[in-house]
């Protein structure tokens, strides 16, 4: 497959298709499929860390489905993002997902959670101490958080019909998800990289002042809004990379990540020549998440 190109400014890579990563080891182990990676995690994740059901139609489910690992799609500080196709071998059933597979704690920076952090804590005093800190467990445990934080996020916003990928499943620090591009492969674009028409804009702005309030309105902030985590596929937005949305009602600077998001989307489409105000979607999405806090 033809590589990325690398974008130095975001530490991604950008979004053409997968590129090639050598194969993990085979298991040992007798009961590794005879191709492919890895058996089908489906079967051994608990109900309560699946997606919403009914899962779609085209998520393979069976048990003899195996997983191939066919690339990366993206890699940064935090977490890396692998393309898998599923498939039950001999028939012509697949799906290709998108593994987030968030990094260990001798290989992990998490530079910028701080103030994400502000509004989660865990129970056990301990636990929170060693997230403060940042020893190596309380890395892992920040990782545990943010896949964790992500796929109940992405479930939620899912079943509000917000244009989010499908989450599918959550297993210790990796998340599956739908692969949002082609079936062969290719990754959809992400907004930053688009010149389009000023229809298509006008349409993208709209598309992304409906999920900005969708989000809004269950009470979230993206709190990372840029044209870098948004897709476009067939002229459709999609959110992508939420582990640090927060709840604009708990978190002491809700409102200033609802600005932010705002802004950042808003220059991305003036700089494009759509007149469109910051302020107004500002106003808008603290307007819904006051609803929903009055409820």
Avoid at 122 to 145: H, K, P, Y
Avoid at 204 to 212: F, I, P, R, S, Y
Wanted: one cysteine or more.
């Amino acid at each position: 497959m033809p590589r990325y190109s690398y974008d130095p400014d975001h530490d991604d890579l950008g979004p053409v298709r997968a590129r090639r990563r050598a194969r993990p080891e085979r298991s040992d182990q007798d009961d590794a499929p005879d191709a492919g990676d890895r058996w089908s995690t489906w079967d051994g994740i608990v109900a309560g860390l699946r997606g919403p059901h009914p899962a779609p139609g085209w998520l393979v489910t069976a048990g003899a489905a195996v997983d191939h690992e066919r690339g990366i799609l993206k890699t940064g500080k935090e977490a890396e993002v692998f393309l898998l196709e599923r498939g039950i071998p001999g028939t012509g059933e697949r799906c290709l997902l998108a593994a987030k597979r968030y990094r260990d704690a001798r290989h992990r920076a998490f530079q910028r959670d701080a103030g994400y952090l502000e509004g989660r804590r865990v129970r056990r005093s301990r636990e929170n101490r060693a997230m403060v800190t940042r020893t190596e467990f309380g890395r892992d445990l920040i990782a545990q958080q943010w896949a964790a934080a992500e796929f109940a996020i992405l479930a939620r916003l899912w079943e509000a019909g917000a244009p989010v990928p499908y989450p599918v499943s959550l297993a210790g620090t990796e998340l599956l998800m739908e692969f949002v591009g082609e079936p062969d492969g290719t990754a959809a674009p992400r907004l930053a990289q688009l010149h389009p028409d000023a229809a298509l804009l006008a349409s993208l702005w709209e598309q992304c002042v409906e999920a900005t309030v969708t989000l809004a309105r269950l009470g979230y902030a993206h709190a990372d809004l840029s044209p870098y985590n948004l897709l476009v596929h067939r002229e459709r937005l999609v959110l992508i990379d939420l582990p640090q949305a927060v709840d604009v009602v708990a978190h002491p600077r809700g409102r200033e990540f609802l600005a932010r998001d705002a802004a950042n989307v808003a220059r991305w489409f003036t700089a494009r020549g759509l007149e469109v105000e910051a302020a107004d979607l500002t106003d808008l999405l603290v307007a819904e998440a006051g609803r929903r806090a009055g409820r």
